[in-house]
């Protein structure tokens, strides 16, 4: 495991400029591992190596989890029968838009031109690689595109927190929203997830889970509750394909006027 930063007790000695984390993970195969992380950061974790589940998300090589900040462990599990490696990335997420092309990332259109012409005339402040040895001594830059650079949005990711709901152990749990999943933590640890899919005026839920050990604790209850309360303030109509919604529908006949059927169009609009 080598890390940048601090995880699981070790620290790097290598400077940062601003608060961050990389470490390489390896798992053995059939191995699972919780990791502590720091809430204030946001995490991706990327699959190098075999097949891995993050919090219930399935991994392949080249694929990417995103958890966002307010958790305060992940875990993770080798899905495969061969070792598996994983790269976990984290830092504060950025408070402000900003301009990303080719290697620059700056405020503006104008920052990242004027970066550009600092690297073109070999500007000091941008370093060297020493010890570099090829057909020229610095990689040049691609011209710019003919219109001005627009900032990437920063994502607006609904999260509401259930912070006084108890499941019936007494723990508490949390529920929070983004990017088309709600997702549910039990003391900060993510133990559960359900999926959908916004279809016009119709909000389809196709996959739930929870974990096996935390079985027995109205845990998909909570959870598909608040997703349903959701649904409804944002006046949508419920689809559901996922069985386990259907269930608790069924305990719930005020959304009776508000569920639609699961109809062939719909299934062939999930597959495709």
Known sequence: MGVSRE???????????????????????????????????????????????VDGTHL??????????????????NAGDWPARVLLLGGTPFAEELVMWWNFVGPS??????????????????????????????LPAPPLPTTRLR?????????????MTADKTGAETTVRLEDCRYTIAVEGKQVGLADFADRGDQRVFFHTEIDPAYGGRGLATILLE?????????????VPVCSMIGTVLKK??????????VT?????????
Do not use: M
Request: net charge negative; with cysteine; aromatic share 6%.
């Open 60 to 77: 392949g090589v080249a694929e990417l989890a995103y958890r966002s900040a307010g958790q305060s462990q992940l875990h993770l599990r």
């Open 151 to 163: 900032p990437r949005p920063i994502p607006q990711r609904k999260e509401r927190e259930v912070a």
């Open 109 to 138: 259109h104008d920052d990242i031109v004027r970066y550009r012409r600092l690297w073109e005339d070999g500007d000091e402040r941008l370093g060297a690689v020493r010890g570099y040895r090829g057909s020229v001594t610095r």
């Open 7 to 53: 995880l699981a007790g070790s620290r790097s000695p290598v400077h940062t400029f601003t608060p961050l984390l990389g470490a390489q993970i390896d798992l053995d195969a059939g191995t699972e591992l919780d990791i502590d992380v720091d809430p204030a950061f946001e995490h991706g974790v990327l699959c190098h190596l075999g097949l891995v589940d």
């Open 264 to 272: 062939a169009d719909v299934q062939r609009w999930l597959q495709s």
């Open 252 to 261: 719930h006949p005020e959304y009776d006027d508000i569920t639609d059927p």
């Open 226 to 238: 608040e997703a349903l309360n959701e649904a409804r303030d944002e006046g949508k109509r419920i």
